[in-house]
């Protein structure tokens, strides 16, 4: 618990009631903070010894209990979930009292001596009907209440004991124990009475008399003996003739015993007859316990007193199982058909699955103390096998019967809901209703069956396979009825390989039938019926099924975590590892490839909006690329990364390296694919892209969400998007991969740029085409204007308008260059300025003569192009323009060129704020 402040507030016990007694006694604790309810209570101690169990929490304040084996004295503690571990102010006091028979406690009462002899030292429940006395042995109650601890007592006769059977009873402990407020008259009357009971004990009956004077009675035999030889000696001697003594003597008392026969013989009828209903009253009486057994065993079998069964037929067969007596023996065998029976049902029971380990120990237990056919442990592991298997199969048959699970929406606060639900007919602990629930507003939770799936095969085994592994290895250690306080039981180390091979086959069937829901080409060698019986899943595409892949190898990976710590043979977790590398090959594969769809699905988010900086202008596409492959890397590392030390390091695989290599490559070339779509394909339905107009020079290059680009501005976009990854983006990737243990992250790289390297080529080649097409195509029809003849033409006047309107489609091109990625004017203006020099070297060249007016005129229009474009000048251009002038004829005077020169300055001057743009080039 937590006050105000959020501190959590430790358990307090201030008050007992009682605060002592003997085992089972029932107390009452009062306190604060004593748990927020029963499922807070953590322990609860008395004495040290934990009564959890017999604990009734009512309140904070108050929790009712029954004490075990306490003794001493002892604090009490309430231990807590939100309040941890508590204190006491007050202390418990553990009598430690031994109950007569009768008497009735909370502790069990060791069997009388005689059984115990019997059939061993084990204490156990039984009938009541051979009940020992342990009276006190002065005759007298125990009322006086105690004045010495137990301790104290120990200390004052080391080694001594007051319980009068033990063997170091000490007399005077006995008497402090249990006697030291009784007066010293009934201590006196005490003690005549122990020496009654002392003389009673003596008396022994005539057998014992006999067996005590047998020496008594042998010499007493021999002296009769002598006195009739020497009688016989002298009336032979004195009479020959003369009878023995005694014969008349026997013919009196033979006369005698006919006639008390006679008047006696009615009365002597009647007291046989007593004597034998007397004799058989005394059989019934002593050996009732025979005749109950019967009826009783059947009630403690009803009532579920097995404990109470398997002691009284253990009593029964050590007295009985040998008798010669007819009833006894008509008896007992009535008890051992109630036993098979019995055992029957044990058995039964024990094979009833569901079922917690601690029932099936017992069962087992059970089992073993009636001597049960067979070995009843090494069944019910067989069994639990075969339960568990099935589960696993009725797990994948229903999946696959449900087809798609059923979808419910439900409309809550405008967003729509899904649950999941698919119907689980097998029950086991836990068991119920598959029901998952995700936002749908975007469709992409929707959780797949094939995952539900797993995440129900996993659920199986971590229920049942950990019950199932440790009642093995408990079988093996020979723990499996010990640890119930069982006998010991016959253990056949042989059987230990038939285990573990178990094991493996109830993880490889697991390991089967995952593999057939996400990995079916690995099963492809298995023959067909095989393959069927693990399942053949129906391919449903759905967009989101990759992105549960993580969550699967995380799921598989905690079952192994689990499975390690119950010391399951590697050899049997082998399936799972393999399964585990497999699959989180298969989901990197399924990751990269669902990312370098998304990435080429990129241009239906293209959106044409311009985020310019110092280098240019680019789209929000690159950004989203970025995002894409970044959010790819982050979803995919838990897979690629080992989880533990010892697990295997898929990056080492050849195979798997060059299949990663080429994932990479391939989502990250998918971008290149995208550039070149949106650059030559564009939006068919688009009707807002336009082709540009070379006549309009003020076009605008910034676009809203209601305009679009025209097809030469996309171009120059999407070259200047296609410069940003490869400049940025790639190498920054590329970055990534190192980090995360990407194999061959440089060789990725390279492969990536040299795509981007030939789409730039592409699109520039394309955009040069579309905008220097039109220009060059118009210098040959404006130079040729009004009938121009250069043999016979006026003399100049200025530049004419072909010139000027050559300059103003390169100044158009400049300015959408420059708006959108300034970085390429340079790379663009030369090109321009490149095919203009060759197409004028061309026109030139093809002119047949020049008057004087012709060639003035024409070495005009050169320069005034030569100087207009010079800050893209080079050695390409500059061999066009001096081939070109040389096939112009050479000025003849001065005039001309002063007049020449004069007609450039004027067209510097008319061009001067348009020819501005190229300044800050040069």
Not at 138 to 158: A, C, H, N
Not at 200 to 208: D, F, L, V
Not at 224 to 231: A, D, E, Q, Y
Not at 719 to 734: A, E, G, M, R, T
């Amino acid at each position: 618990m937590t006050n105000k402040k959020g501190v959590k507030v430790p358990p307090k016990v201030t008050g007992l009631s009682p605060n002592q007694g003997p085992p089972g006694t029932k107390v009452t604790i009062r306190g604060e903070n004593l748990g927020n309810s029963a499922k807070d209570l953590l322990g609860l101690y008395i004495c040290n010894a934990n009564v959890l169990l017999t604990a009734e929490w009512h309140s904070p304040s108050k929790i009712v209990c029954r004490t075990t084996n306490c003794k001493g004295n002892g604090d009490v503690i309430v231990a807590t979930k939100s309040g941890g571990i508590g204190t006491s102010t007050v202390k418990f006091r553990g009598l430690n009292i031994i109950p007569s028979s009768l008497q009735e406690v909370a502790i069990w009462v060791d069997e009388p001596m005689q059984f115990e002899k019997r059939i061993g030292s084990v204490s156990r429940p039984s009938s009541p009907l051979h009940v020992g006395n342990r009276d006190d042995p002065l005759g007298l109650s125990v009322e006086s209440p105690l004045q010495f601890t137990d301790d104290e007592l120990t200390k004052m006769f080391p080694g001594g004991c007051g319980h009068f059977s033990s063997k170091s009873f000490e007399p005077v402990w006995f008497l402090i124990e249990n006697h030291n407020a009784t007066s010293f008259e009934d201590l006196k009357a005490g003690l005549v009475h122990l020496r009654k009971q002392s003389a009673n004990q003596k008396t022994e009956g005539p057998q014992g008399f006999i067996k005590t004077n047998l020496g008594t009675f042998m010499n007493c035999q021999d002296i009769l003996t002598t006195i009739h030889s020497s009688l016989m000696a002298d009336e032979i001697a004195e009479n020959p003739e003369t009878k023995a003594p005694t014969a008349h003597l026997e013919g009196l008392l033979v006369e005698c015993d006919e006639s008390a026969q006679k008047i006696f013989h009615k009365i002597l009828r009647n007291k046989a007859l007593a004597d034998s209903t007397r004799n058989a009253l005394n059989v019934l009486n002593r050996f009732k316990f025979l005749f109950h057994l019967p009826i009783n065993i059947e009630r403690n079998i009803q009532s579920g007193e097995y404990e109470v069964v398997i002691n009284d037929y253990a009593k029964a067969k050590s007295l009985f199982a040998s008798t010669t007596v007819t009833v006894f023996k008509q008896i007992y065998e009535e008890v051992e058909n109630k036993i098979i029976l019995f055992r029957e049902q044990l058995r039964k029971r024990l094979m009833e699955l569901p079922s917690t380990m601690d029932d099936q120990k017992k069962l087992i237990k059970y089992l073993v103390e009636l001597e049960a056919p067979g070995d009843p442990a090494w069944d019910c592991i067989n069994n639990q096998q075969t339960w568990l298997m099935s589960l696993l199969h009725t797990c994948k048959d229903n999946h696959l019967q449900m087809g798609e699970c059923s979808i419910v929406t439900e409309q809550t606060c405008n967003t729509q809901m899904i649950r999941i639900v698919a119907s689980d007919s097998r029950q086991r602990p836990g068991a119920g209703t598959i029901s998952a629930e995700c936002d749908m507003s975007d469709g992409k939770f929707v959780l797949p069956r094939k995952v539900l799936f797993l995440e129900e095969l996993l659920d199986i085994l971590q229920e049942t396979f950990p019950d199932f592994c440790k009642l093995g290895q408990a079988y093996f250690n020979g723990n499996i009825i010990i640890e119930t306080s069982g006998k010991p039981m016959k253990i056949d180390t042989e059987k230990s390989p038939v285990f573990k091979k178990m094991v493996s086959e109830i993880l490889k069937l697991l390991s089967y039938l995952v593999r057939a829901a996400f990995l079916p080409d690995s099963l492809s060698k298995l023959p067909k019926h095989e393959q069927q019986k693990y399942g053949l899943w129906n391919e449903v595409t759905h967009e989101s099924a990759s992105a549960w892949l993580p969550q699967c190898v995380r799921k598989l990976r905690s079952i192994v975590t689990t499975l390690s710590s119950l010391d399951v043979p590697s050899a049997a977790l082998e399936n799972l590892n393999e399964l585990i590398t497999d699959l989180r090959v298969h989901c990197m594969i399924k990751l990269f490839e669902e990312a370098a769809d998304e990435v080429r699905a990129l241009s239906a988010r293209e959106t044409w909006q311009l985020q310019v900086d110092d280098s240019g202008g680019i789209t929000n596409l690159p950004l989203l690329f970025e995002s894409i492959i970044l959010e790819t890397l982050q979803h995919v590392q838990e897979v690629v990364k080992c989880a533990w030390k010892g697990e295997t390091d898929i990056f080492m695989d050849y195979d798997v390296q060059q299949k990663t290599v080429e994932l990479c490559v391939n989502a990250l070339i998918a971008f290149s694919t995208t550039l070149d779509k949106l650059a030559f394909e564009g939006d068919v339905d688009d009707n807002t892209r336009l082709k540009s107009d070379s006549n309009n020079y003020s076009q605008s290059v910034f676009f809203t969400e209601d305009t679009q680009p025209s097809v030469e501005q996309c171009l120059v976009i999407m070259l200047s998007n296609c410069s940003y990854v490869s400049q940025n983006i790639i190498h920054q990737l590329k970055e990534q991969f190192d980090k995360q243990g990407y194999p061959k992250a440089q060789e990725v790289e390279n492969n990536a740029l040299e795509s981007y390297a030939e789409l730039d080529e592409k699109i520039f080649e394309a955009y040069c085409e579309q905008k220097i097409e039109p220009l060059i195509g118009a210098l040959e029809q404006g130079m040729y204007a009004g009938n121009m003849d250069w043999s016979d033409c006026p003399r100049p006047t200025g530049v004419r308008n072909y010139v000027k309107e050559a300059v103003m489609k390169s100044i158009a091109i400049h300015a959408e260059i420059h708006a959108i990625a300034p970085a390429f004017l340079m790379r663009v203006m030369t090109e321009v300025f490149t095919a203009l020099s060759e197409e004028m070297s061309r026109l030139m060249s093809c002119i047949p003569k020049f008057s004087q007016n012709g060639a003035l005129q024409a070495r005009l229009e050169l320069s005034a192009l030569h100087n207009s474009l010079s800050p893209y000048r080079n050695a390409a251009t500059s061999g066009s323009f001096t081939e070109a002038v040389c096939v112009i004829p050479d000025l003849r005077n001065e005039k001309d060129k002063i007049y020449l020169s004069e007609l450039l300055n004027q067209y510097k001057s008319e061009m001067q704020f348009q020819l501005m743009c190229f300044t800050d080039d040069s």
